[in-house]
């Protein structure tokens, strides 16, 4: 079955830490996508990547960090510089939008949580 | 102006009930518009999505765009105790790649 995967589901980080969360699609899907979930915060943008190699930074990027050196994966790392890193992080993948814009997809989630 | 509005609940019905939820946009420039269903724990789930004006309609789930007052609602009809989740609002605009979202609204259906 075509998806996104996201690992691991719950995450725990010590003080200084960098952590690596995966993102996999197998969707064929050109952009890919990570938010933050925070309670009462709705989603937020961290990144985006519409092409291999190429990335942008959405509406929170400070702290946070990403590659895309393949179609089907858009890895993130939260880096020490993320002082309130506590959240849901989703990732998410679409078709590059065209004369009539293309919903998103999007995995599971991760939990991270500060040790 | 907040972009796109979304009343976060907790909206409580009875099983059985119809539901309407709302979101409210600001940007004219928005012209696609999208329903997500999230569980506990989960990612959201696309509900729906369309384009224009109108109504559009999927077993329980009816999706409603009025352009004019930039407005869209989605009915969920004979509501079920399943249907207990947060319900979110997307919108975007024709070649942008990034979305907006409402906060999402909650709702309790109770056996």
């Known amino acids: 079955d075509g998806g996104i995967t996201q690992s691991p589901k719950y995450l725990f980080r010590k003080e200084g830490q960098n952590v690596t969360l995966s993102c996999e699609q197998n969707?064929?899907?050109?952009?890919m996508y990570w938010y933050r979930q925070d309670p009462g915060q709705g989603l937020r943008l961290i990144y985006y990547?519409?092409?291999?190699?190429?990335?942008q930074k959405g509406d929170i990027a400070e702290g946070y960090s990403v590659s895309r050196e393949k179609k089907e994966s858009f890895p993130l790392t939260v880096t020490s510089a993320q002082k309130n890193p506590t959240a849901f992080y989703l990732c998410?993948?679409?078709?590059?939008?065209?004369?009539?814009?293309?919903?998103?997809?999007f995995g599971d989630g991760t939990r991270l949580s500060i040790l | 102006q907040k972009e796109v509005e979304q009343d976060p609940g907790p909206l409580s019905v009875p099983e059985g009930a119809i539901v309407s939820l709302n979101c409210t946009y600001s940007?004219?420039?928005?012209?696609?518009f999208m329903w997500y269903r999230q569980y506990s724990r989960k990612g959201p789930e696309l509900l729906m999505y369309?384009?224009?004006?109108g109504n559009k309609e999927d077993g329980r789930f009816t999706a409603q765009v009025d352009k004019s007052s930039k407005y869209i609602s989605l009915f969920i009809r004979d509501s079920q105790p399943s249907d207990s989740a947060t319900y979110l609002c997307?919108?975007?605009?024709?070649?942008?790649?990034?979305?907006?979202f409402g906060k999402g609204t909650m709702l309790l259906v109770s056996p």
């Open positions: 998410a993948s679409s078709i590059i939008p065209s004369t009539r814009g293309q919903p998103q997809h």
């Open positions: 990547s519409q092409i291999v190699n190429d990335f």
């Open positions: 997307a919108i975007g605009a024709v070649g942008y790649s990034t979305l907006t």
């Open positions: 369309t384009y224009s004006s």
């Open positions: 940007n004219s420039a928005f012209q696609y």
């Open positions: 969707l064929n899907h050109d952009a």
